[in-house]
C-alpha cells in the first residue's frame, strides 16, 4: 500500500439519522474487504453494523460516538470516521470535523435535506469541510434525487453538480449514469460486488447528454482549461475531474452522487469520489498555535520529516486501556518514540500503535503526517496536542459550547459510588462538554451537558459500562445572571480596631460587556491604588462572579473599571483590596438593575404538512419565538428560538400530537434575558430555598 | 424602544404614509419594478424592516429561498441603520422585537401555490394569533404567479387587512408602452395600487415613482437611494 501522503484521505459521514449512513458505511467495510459479511443496523442476524461498537447504540439503532476506521481502495488510504446523528452530541460532530479533511453528506432521497442535515452542515461550514452528496435510498418509494440536489442548493445554500443520474428509481433502481464518463454502471453479483460497465440505455442518453453539458458547465468556472476543451468540444474526463476537484476543494461546488447502500448500489462510484475528489492532507492549510510566542499562530507542513505534531481528537475506554485517537499532522509517530505532551509539559513513551477497524485493530510500526491513528497506554484528554521534540506546539483548541443542563446524580450504595467516579473521570475526559462538580451548599454530585438526551446517555453508560447504578433529579437548566446598566462603586473596607488591620478603598463603575463574560480595566492613575494590589481588586471582582445574588447563578457580561481608590501604608494588602472589591461589585451589582438570562435553543421542527400548525402551537406554548416556517413537497418545517426550561418532554409531547410523525432538533442559539414572570418565579424559588437552608 | 425603532425608518415606504398608516394601507398592493440584480429583493427587505420598525406585524414569503438567508438581510440592513445612528447596543432588544413581528415563510420545490399561502395566513392566525399588516411576496417569478393569481392574493390580503407588496423583474429590452407599467408588469397592472422602478445608474440607483394611482406622493421622486441598502438616504425629505 502506498505511503505517498496524496493517497490519503480523512474523511467524516455525517447525516440525518436514518439516512443509511451506518449501512452505507457497512458496505464501504464490505467492498474494500475490512469485513466479510454485511449486517444491517439493528440487523435481524442481532449482529449489528460494524461501526455501531457500542452496546447502546446498537439497542438504539443510532450511532452515539465517533468511531475511527481505516480503509484502502485503489491504492488509497482513506479514515473514515463516524460521527453522530443526534444534535445532542454536537461535540463529536465538531471533533470529528476538526481532523477531518472532507466529508460525504448523505441524504435521503425521499426525505431529503433534514433538519440534522443543516445542523451538521452549518458545523462543517464553521470548520470548512470540503464535501461530496450522496443520495441515499433510490430504492424507496418517493424517491426523487433530483430534488434532493435542488433541495442542496436552496435549503443549505450549496452550489450543487450531479455526476451521475439514476437508472430507473423506486423498486426499479438498477443502476447510475456516470455524467463524467458517460456510461452507466450495474451492480452485480449477490452484494453488488460486480460492477458492469454498459453503454447508457437510449431512453436516458437525451437526459444524460443534457446533464453532462450541465456539469460542463458548472466545472468549467474552475478551470479555464476545461472551458477551452469543452468550447472545442474535446473535453475528457480527466480535465473534468480535475475542474471539479478543484471547485470542491474551494468550498465552491458539492459533486451529487447516488444509490442505494441497502440495495449494494452506487458505493464503488462513491468511493472513487472520496479519492477523485476530497482533498488529500497537504491540500488542506493547518494552522496551531505557537506557545512560546504568546500563542501566535504557525502554519504546519504535513512533512513526514518535520518536528511531529499529533491532536488527540478522541479517547475510548477499550479492553486494553485507554485509546486515544490521533491526528498525526507533521512529523511520524514511531512506536518506540518519545512525545511531549504540550499542556502538562509531561513526555511520554509511545508503546502501541494501531489502526482501528471498529472494534478490531491492527498493530503498526509508524504513522506520517496527514494519518489518523491509535495508541495505548497514555493518559490525556482530548483536544491534547502531542509534540516531538522542539518548540511547544498546540492545536487550535476546540469550541467547545458551554453546557446547559444540568442533573444531580446519587450513587445507590457504596460499590455503586466507586464506579461512579470512575465512570465520570473517564466520561470528562472523552467529552468537553460533559462537565461534573460537586455543589458545596447540598453537598450533590452535578453533571451538566448539552442537552437531556446527552446526559440521559451518560447516565444509563454508567449503569452498563460501569455498573454504577445511580439515582437522578429533576433536571436544572444553567441560567445566568447579567447586569443591565452602568452603576458606580465608591467602597472604603477599613478594620482598624486593635492587632494588624486592613484598609482598602476602591472606585470606578461596572457596566454591561456585550462580547465575552468578564473585562477588567484599570484606570487607576497617580499611584492612587499601588500597582501590586491592582490584581487583587481583579481578583476580587472576578470572584463575585461565580454567584450571583438574584438566584445564585454565575454573572456574565460584566465590565469593572476601577478608576481611583486609596490604600493605608501599614494596613493595606491584597486581601484588604480582594474584599473591598468583591463588597463594592456587591453594592453596584444591586444597582446595576441584574437581571435572569435563560439559555434559548434553536429548535426545528419537521414533518408532514398537515401538522404545521401543530408545530407552531407547540412552540408558541413553550414561550418559542417562532422565526420562520419552510414548505417542500407536502412537508413542513417550522425554526424557533424556544427557551431550554419549556423543552422538557418536548419529544414525547410532539409524538402525541404528530401520531409519532414529527421529529425535532435543537442546538444552543444564545442567552436571553428571562421575561418578568419566569425571573419572578425563580427569584421567588431561590429566596424559599435560602431561606430554608438558613432555618435548618 | 419604541421611539428608537420609529426614528431608524428610512425605506421609501414611509412616503406613502397616509391616514394614519405607515404605509399604503390595508388592501393596497406596491409594486418594485427593476432589472435583474439592481436590488429587488433588497428593497423588499427594506419595507419589510420600516414595517417591523412602525410596529407593524410582517408575514415574509419567498421562493427557493432558506429562512436564514433571508433573516440575514434583515439583520444585515438593521445594523446598518443602528450603526448609522450610533445606536448598535440596542441591536439585541430591536432584533428580537422585530423577530417577534415578523414571520418568515418559504416555499421549496413546486410547493408554491395562492391556496397554501392562504392556508398558511389562517394557520398563523389560528394557531399563533398571528395577522400580518404587511405581506411581502419575493421571488414570485420563481413561482410562475400570473393575473388571477395576484388578484387572488390582494383579496386575501385585503380580507385581513394586509398591505401586499411584490417585486417584479423586467427586461433590458423592450421599453414601456407611454403610460403603463414596463412589461411583464404590463399584465396585472390594473391590480397594483403603487409602483417605484430602481434604476440603475453608474453604481448608483434612482428611484422613481411610476404608479400612483391615489396620489400618495403627488410627484415623481427621482431620487438616489442608498446604493448598499436601496434605502432613503438621511436629509432626503420625506411627504410629512
Known sequence: MSSDIHKIRNIGISAHIDSGKTTLTERILFYTQRIHAIHDVKGKDGVGATMDHMELERERGITITSAATHVEWKNHRINIIDTPGHVDFTIEVERSLQVLDGAVLVLCAVAGVQSQSITVDRQMKRYKVPRIAFVNKCDRSGANPERVSRALRDKLGHNPVLLQLPIGLEAKFEGVIDLVEMQAIYFGGDNGEKIEIREIPAELLADAEERHAELLDAASMFSDELMEAALEDRATPDLIRAAVRKGVLALDLTPVLMGSAYKNKGVQPLMDAVTRYLPDPTDVPIEAIDIDHDGAALALHPDPDAQTVAYAFKLDEGRYGQLTFLRVYQGTLKKGDTVFQSRTGKKIKIGRLVRMHADKMEDIELASAGDIVGIFGIDCHTGDTFTGPGPRISMTSMYVPEPVISLSVHPVDSKAQDNMSKALSRFTKEDPTFRVHLDPESNETIISGMGELHLDVYVERMKREYSAEVETGAPQVAYREAISRRADFDYLHKKQTGGSGQYAKVVGYIEPLTEGDYEFVDEVRGGRIPTEYVPACDKGFRSSLAKGSLIGFPVVGVRAVLTDGNSHAVDSSDMAFMTASRMAFRDAYKKAKPQILEPVMRVSVEGPGEFQGAFYRSLMQRRGTVLGSTEDAGFARVDADVPLAEMFGYSTDLRSATQGKAEFTMEFSKYAPAPKEVSDELLKKYRTNVSDEEDA | ?240
Request: aromatic share 4%; net charge neutral.
Open chain 2, 1 to 240: 424602544m419604541t421611539n428608537l425603532m420609529i426614528s431608524l425608518r428610512r425605506s421609501p415606504r414611509m412616503l406613502l404614509e397616509r391616514d394614519g398608516h405607515p404605509g399604503p394601507g390595508p388592501g393596497k398592493l406596491g409594486l418594485v419594478v427593476a432589472r435583474a440584480g439592481v436590488g429587488k429583493t433588497a428593497f423588499l427587505t427594506g419595507i419589510g424592516v420600516d414595517a417591523l420598525l412602525s410596529g407593524q406585524k410582517v408575514l415574509h414569503v419567498s421562493v427557493e429561498r432558506s429562512i436564514d438567508k433571508i433573516r440575514e438581510w434583515y439583520d444585515e440592513q438593521l445594523v446598518e441603520m443602528l450603526k448609522r445612528e450610533r445606536k448598535l447596543e440596542h441591536l439585541s432588544a430591536v432584533q428580537l422585537t422585530m423577530e417577534r413581528r415578523r414571520h418568515i415563510h418559504t416555499f421549496i420545490g413546486q410547493s408554491f401555490s395562492v391556496d397554501r399561502v392562504r392556508q398558511t395566513v389562517s394557520l398563523l392566525r389560528d394557531s399563533m394569533e398571528f395577522v400580518p399588516a404587511v405581506i411581502i411576496l419575493d421571488r414570485m417569478e420563481y413561482a410562475g404567479v400570473d393575473k388571477p393569481a395576484i388578484a387572488d392574493l390582494k383579496a386575501m390580503a385585503a380580507e385581513i387587512g394586509a398591505e401586499l407588496w411584490m417585486a417584479c423583474r423586467t427586461h433590458r429590452e423592450g421599453p414601456a408602452s407611454p403610460g403603463h407599467l414596463p412589461p411583464p408588469a404590463d399584465a396585472f397592472e390594473d391590480l397594483v395600487d403603487v409602483a417605484f422602478s430602481l434604476d440603475p445608474q453608474d453604481a448608483k440607483v434612482r428611484l422613481h415613482i411610476i404608479k400612483d394611482k391615489e396620489k400618495m406622493v403627488e410627484r415623481d421622486l427621482n431620487i438616489l437611494l442608498d446604493p448598499q441598502t436601496l434605502l432613503l438616504v438621511p436629509g432626503v425629505a420625506t411627504k410629512k
